[in-house]
């Protein structure tokens, strides 16, 4: 057992690199999308008070109707949101953490060529305080402007979180456990939203008095990685290949892997040095214009294209409502929807068990196909469900509503298998050192567009076509499992120039 422990490079500083890494870059990305989500009605609430302060007692006012008459509860439920300007404001409040994000995505290849994987990593704990300190305190200073700032801010540290910890997992992992290491990013991610979901109920923190701790708690994981990760190693792969510093990472290698017989890891590092010399320095425009990374870079960017695009923001829409109409009361359906998160935890970890046995292809497109045929279903038994009959006159609502539930749930657990955790490692496994950080930037980059695209258009197509919204989405599967199928190559156990060589032959 110890020898193939060793083999592997299952060691304590490999898991302890990877824990800080997690848990301070991945961990914090999640909480940010999770968080906003459950106090959304009492920070509404909120920023109707602040915008009603402003005005003052003058009811003369014309705003003063607006915003400052007494709601009663199912007003505050259901009509708050009607408030058109209201409602401008907090999709800025949701939105611009996406704009953050890409912008943020953006600048990857500068930090990380510059500063390296883990220096990255500690600088942008300065964005995360930054954005703590400025979302702890909008209450107290009565100004939704400083949540919205906030949230841009954590959405500048989340466009390099969203990125860096793959390519810092899948440098300093043996090639063995690389997809296994690289899909704990996304395990992170999911246990974070879990986290955020259950801290964000209302007798816990999702009220008008815990917000602002809910929200302020980001500030753990940047304080957490500050302290441990300084002790852990940089990728070697960029000492050595970007850095030119041989000695550094030998010593790292041999501190991540607990032994001194490297020798296999540092040739293969020689040999990538040796053809990086003959090569010029990759640029963004490279990335295009040469025809094989030219190639590569559309198989990057398509996996973030299809992780985006496959329906998995729609369905999570959709979800409190269709638990909802399977008779579940609002409370319960708020549970349900946390269950769902779990499940979505639970089924990450095991993506990140199967990974290393099945392959990357073939649980990208066992998650596609699932997705595919969960959607289709889930269209039939939301129409269902609306027309209360089938042809033969049966009353079908009740089977219909929790038909649709069971399709939400298999929808998550297909994500999660695959399509959730892969793409973000696979980008790096796909290229050498020099294009390396370029391309991820760009991968990220349309991730992040394709997650802003989605936020402005989806609600627009879905009060359009309510639920044949997913009919889209069934299309777009298909065409995603027919690309996977023809496209993306299997990297499980690869070295990276046998990869490279796979990818020259179809060229």
Known sequence: MARTTQRQGLTGPLVFAILSAAFGSSFLFGY????????????GLWIRK????????????ESWGQWCPELDTQDKQEHMFENGTLNLIWSVVASIFCLGGLIGALTTSFFVNR?????????NNVSGIIAAALLSFPSLAGSYEMLIAGRFVAGLNAGLNSGVPPMYFTEISPSSLRGAIGSVHQLFITIAIFVSQILGLPYILGNS?????LMGLTIVPCVVQLLTLPFCQESPKFLYLSKGDERGANDALVRLRKRTDIRDEMDEMKLEHEQMKNEPTVTFRDLFVNPF??????IAVMLMVMQQLSGINAVMFYSTSIFRSAGLTPDQAAYATIGMGGINVLMTFVSVILVEKAGRKTLLLIGFSGMMITTVLLTVFMLLYKSGVVPDGENTQGWAAWASLSCVILFVIFFATGPGSIPWFLVSELFSQGPRAAATTIAVGVNWLCNLIVALAFPFIQAAIKE???IIFAVLLALFVTYTWFKVPETKGKRLEEIQAELRQNL
């Open 293 to 298: 990374l030219r190639k590569i870079t559309i």
């Open 209 to 213: 008095y815990g917000w602002p701790i």
């Open 32 to 43: 940010n999308i999770g968080v906003i989500n459950a106090p959304q009605t009492v920070m």
């Open 50 to 61: 602040v915008k009603c302060s402003r005005i003052g007692n003058n009811s003369a006012d």
């Open 468 to 470: 044949y919204t997913f």
């Open 115 to 123: 500063f390296g994987r883990k220096g990255t990593l500690l600088i």
